[in-house]
């Protein structure tokens, strides 16, 4: 049997945890010669709300919001490591787990690669797990990725 792999999805939250899982996305797509995707959600949060909003001016912190990000996304990954690989970025807005999910789905996605925050005992109870949450429902394999362990070594 042979593994073929033509699109890898990397979600991203811009932490230090997801570079290590961008590493492991362009390292796969240079070897298979897949597209990657790279996927960054927006989730709404309570705070946010107009019920909620702390003087804030809504429409332009959204604006902002949305425009950091992309400027955030632009630069995932570097160009000097994700040479000659085709890259597709996209900004959604939603629930982060099941905006994934929906992405892969719809994109006929064939792995996914996400980094895991590592977090154990309450942290893990209390904040969840995005990754988790995708292993268990995703359309395609999923790689997680820890943030401390083996990494590539490049010869």
Do not use: W
């Not at 400027?71 to 982060?96: F, N, Q």
């Amino acid at each position: 049997m042979s593994i073929q792999l033509r699109k890898i999805l990397l979600p991203v939250d811009f932490s230090a945890y997801s570079q290590t899982a961008v590493n492991y996305a362009i390292e796969l797509a240079s070897k298979f010669k897949a597209d990657l995707h790279v996927l960054h959600v927006i989730e709404p949060h309570l705070s946010a709300t107009p019920d909620f909003g702390l003087g804030l001016n809504l429409p332009n912190y959204i604006v902002e919001s949305r425009a950091a990000a992309q400027r955030c996304l632009d630069r995932i990954p570097d160009t000097t490591s994700a040479t000659g690989i085709s890259i597709t970025r996209v900004l959604v807005d939603g629930a982060t787990k099941s905006e994934i999910v929906r992405y892969a789905r719809n994109e006929s996605i064939d792995l996914i690669v996400i980094a895991t925050h590592g977090r154990t005992g309450l942290s893990h109870v209390i904040m969840g797990s995005v990754a988790e949450s995708i292993v268990r429902s995703a359309p395609c394999p999923v790689l997680t990725v820890r943030p401390e362990g083996h990494q590539f070594v490049m010869p």
